[in-house]
């Protein structure tokens, strides 16, 4: 019974510092990992390389169907 206790403490105290050791990395990794899938078509840019994307100078349509907002405030009415 006693040696049972003793080989279980073992593998488990081993199985902790093994993981220690080998959990980091395989983090790293999987970090590395999806990293790379999360930019998979963005350009190499040089450092220091400015570039400017223009906006559309397409107008925005308002929605005239939509109503007209008006602001309002809350009176209290202490009579």
């Given at each position: ?59 925005k ?13 809350e ?5």
């Open positions: 019974m006693l040696k049972a206790l003793l080989l279980i403490l073992i593998i488990f105290y081993s199985i902790r510092f093994i993981s220690r050791l080998l959990l980091p990395f395989f983090l790293r990794t999987i970090v590395k990992k999806a990293s790379r899938n999360m930019r998979p078509n963005e350009p190499k840019r040089r450092e220091g390389e400015v570039s400017i994307d223009k906006a559309s100078k397409q107008k349509q308002s929605n005239s169907s939509v109503g007209e907002y008006v602001d309002f405030e009176i209290d009415d202490k009579s």
